[in-house]
């Protein structure tokens, strides 16, 4: 009797078993190019999971782990602050011509490793003891371009700063809101102690800020173009910044520009960055509504102390293209390549403004096609060379862009079985 009870029981165990694995969900991640993917970023919106795998329960995630048992880092993003994550969001390495399978489980996040942190977004205020404080969302101090020198009061190094394991970036808070570069030297996170006892000016253990932005679009600032006059933006308009996500993988956050009146047009833009580990690239989303008129989205290179007034412009004949400039450009003469790389479809134009330019010079600046109310999106490179001394050759940086060019036209295909 006892031996029947133990088969039954055991005939059980593996039905269950059998119809676990039916239902267990696998994401299947497949690389069609050639070119082997590194730190490729995957993205899977939480309506696509739910349609394989059914409702997830709130406080729950996914955790994904490889054939061979590994957990691979990831993290879910709450994109619009309602209290449940939108996106799953993950790094992988995939060789050339073939396919991962990555199992997933719905966990308590809890029960998830901790991950290396390869990201990074940061504000911070000075405090009266002289430390700093974390802020997560703000309204933009009433700060003129002529009186910038007190944004430094406010926060700490100016503004926002955005960062992976490779590069650094931060905005200038105030009604300047240009886009400079922090080149980096570690793969570590920086940005809390960046500037505190230290001249970012000089160069540190970690790096330095590495860029002359001026009067130009610095390292990917925007601009609109309105009936043929371009408008930084956005001087006189109510600022903000709010912090989405904030790693291990990837950080996001946003600045906000309200009630920016332009030729009697009350204009709203968005503009949305995030960052994620392993790219020497952060990525923009830009929204722009208000405008009756016909208007671009504009962005740009800086060319102060660029010595050879150049820019090149590549078609990678795959619906890609991008505009880039490399020279000893930083502010100790190191070579320094800087990139735009959008979808062609986006592209309009570009242009070189020099030092004469009305507003906004010292730039080659280009335009992107633009519908109200519907992001356009870009990448803004920098490649440093004593983050990687194969920076210091202009043919090695631009591999690094075409190879990233067939990246970006053929992402990794996401499936389920």
Not at 12 to 37: H, M
Not at 40 to 53: F, G, M, P
Request: glycine share 8%.
């Amino acid at each position: 009797m006892k031996t029947l009870k133990t088969t039954i029981l055991i005939l059980l165990l593996a039905i269950l078993s059998t119809a676990c694995k039916k239902n267990e969900l696998v994401i299947v991640l497949t690389n069609d190019t050639s070119v082997e993917r590194v730190d490729e970023a995957v993205t899977i919106s939480r309506a696509d999971l739910e349609k394989q795998n059914g409702k997830i329960s709130m406080g729950f995630v996914p955790m994904l782990v490889a054939e061979g048992g590994d957990v691979i880092p990831s993290q879910v993003d709450d994109l619009n602050g309602d209290g449940e994550w939108d996106e799953l969001f993950t790094l992988v390495n995939i060789p050339a011509n073939s396919s991962l399978n990555l199992k997933v489980a719905i966990v308590k996040p809890k029960s998830l490793p901790a991950f290396t942190q390869r990201s990074n977004a940061w504000l911070a205020s000075p405090q009266e003891d002289g430390s700093y404080r974390e802020v997560k969302k703000v309204e933009r101090p009433k700060i003129t371009r002529e009186n910038h020198g007190q944004t430094s009061k406010y926060f700490q190094f100016e503004g926002p700063g955005w960062e992976n394991d490779r590069v650094g970036f931060r905005n200038y808070f105030d009604e300047r809101n240009g886009n400079d570069i922090f080149g980096k030297r570690t793969p570590e996170m920086v940005l809390q102690n960046v500037g505190v006892k230290e001249d970012y000016h000089a160069l540190q253990d970690w790096g330095m800020d590495i860029l002359k932005v001026g009067a130009s679009l610095g390292a990917g600032s925007i601009a609109v173009e309105i009936n043929g006059t371009l408008h930084r933006v956005g001087p006189n308009a109510d600022g903000s910044y709010e912090l989405v996500s904030n790693g291990p993988l990837r950080s996001i956050f946003r600045l906000t520009f309200e009630n920016w009146i332009i030729e009697d047009q009350n204009l709203s833009v968005v503009h949305e960055i995030s960052i994620h580990g392993g790219a020497w690239y952060y990525d923009s989303k830009v929204t722009v509504t208000g405008v009756a008129t016909e208007f671009a989205v504009v962005t740009g290179i800086t060319t102060i102390d660029l010595k050879d007034i150049k820019a090149q412009f590549n078609d990678y004949e795959n619906g890609v293209v991008s505009l880039s400039t490399h020279d000893k450009q930083t502010i100790e003469g190191e070579y320094l390549g800087m990139a735009v790389m959008l979808a062609k479809d986006n592209n309009i134009d570009h242009a070189y403004l020099n030092a004469d330019a009305k507003d906004i010079n010292h730039t080659y600046a280009l335009r992107m096609k633009t519908l109200a109310n519907n992001p356009v999106s870009y990448r803004f490179y920098s490649a440093w060379e004593l983050s990687d001394n194969g920076f210091s050759n202009s043919e090695y940086f631009e591999d690094m862009l075409k190879r990233d060019a067939l990246c970006m036209a053929q992402p990794v295909k996401v499936s389920f079985k």
